[in-house]
């Protein structure tokens, strides 16, 4: 078998921070290998219109911004290939991703594999999600729910932020929790529980997102755990709050990672890592704002890093 080439930098990832360190990488004549996965675009792809990145006032279609970083870090020489990364030796010069039975040689790595929401698994739930009433971002899609009935399934802090936010919104915003008190933090629980547009919803579980085969929710069935009685919340809107998975497990043995699974950088930077020009960005490694526009941030500080890094080290 042939030794493959050695690239000078794989970008693992096609969400907002792998597309626009796509970008920058291409720009700066590094000609950038992208390994897309399961999901090329990322998570933003499955919400229909992002109201909240900068340049579009009039909001602009998921799948057609990704669309659009993709085909814009084309114009500069990046280069895609569909490949899933499943272990990484960082301890290799170059640095080696297997990727099936094929092996990814690189100098430069940056890691943007993103993270996913954690859902309930509940019926209807993957039918109603992305724009037809089932949502796990509050910052990117309350303000599609004016004057209208919410729900928040979670218990954390997450949850409380995300009922709070909604509150700016929406005419009422249950929040479903399945005790009788909130694991939020007590500040965090205090505003959600004074709040008079929130109804806690004590001792419940989902059940069902209601709206299939219609397409579109009409309400959240809700168990509660003490009677088994159920009840339907009269919705048109469920915020999913039970938290988020990092894309992490492959990496995580070479790089360091919290005990919730997201990349810890190395002191001092958002994006350095404790291995010489092996780079993070995006949701992977920020579980506090996880937002498109801080996402592309990072993506550039790592492009720009390792350009420095390449240059330092001859490549």
């Given amino acids: 078998m042939s030794t493959p080439p050695v690239e000078n930098v794989v970008i693992v990832g096609t969400g907002c921070a792998g597309l626009t ?38 909001g602009v279609d998921g799948f057609q911004l990704m669309d659009s970083l993709r085909r814009q870090a084309m114009k500069f020489g990046a280069r895609f290939e569909q490949a899933l990364v499943q272990s990484v030796d960082f301890a290799a010069s170059p640095r080696r991703l297997a990727c099936g039975e094929r092996e990814v040689l690189a100098r430069a790595v940056i890691v943007a594999t993103g993270a996913s929401p954690r859902m309930t698994g509940i019926l209807g739930e993957r039918e109603l999600f992305g724009g037809k009433g089932v949502s796990t971002c509050a910052t990117c899609d309350g303000a599609f729910y004016r004057k209208m009935d919410v729900a928040v399934i979670g218990g954390g802090d997450s949850a409380a932020e995300e009922a709070l936010f909604l509150t700016r919104f929406a ?16 500040i965090m629980s205090e505003r959600a529980t004074s709040h008079p547009k929130i109804q806690l919803v004590w001792n419940s579980v989902p059940v069902e997102a209601v709206g299939v ?61 404790k291995v010489p020009g092996v780079y993070v960005a995006g949701d992977c490694a920020d579980h506090v704002y996880r937002q498109a526009v801080t996402a592309a941030g990072m993506g550039c500080q790592a492009a720009i890093e390792a350009e420095r890094w390449l240059a330092e080290h001859g490549g």
């Fill in 21 to 58: 360190a796509a970008v920058y990488a291409a720009r700066a004549n590094l000609s950038p290998l992208v390994l897309e996965g399961p999901l090329p675009g990322g998570q933003l792809t499955t919400t229909s219109e992002v109201e909240n990145f900068p340049g579009f006032p009039e």
């Fill in 171 to 186: 005419n009422r915003v249950y929040l479903v929790h399945r005790r009788d008190s909130l694991r939020a933090s007590r």
């Fill in 213 to 273: 085969p219609e397409g579109a929710l009409s309400g959240l069935r809700v168990r509660n755990v003490q009677t088994g009685a159920e009840t339907v919340l009269p919705v048109k809107g469920v915020f999913v709050a039970i938290g988020h998975v990092p894309n992490t497990a492959a990496f995580a043995p070479a790089l360091d990672v919290d005990p919730n699974g997201y990349f810890v950088p190395s002191a001092g930077s958002q994006v350095r890592t």
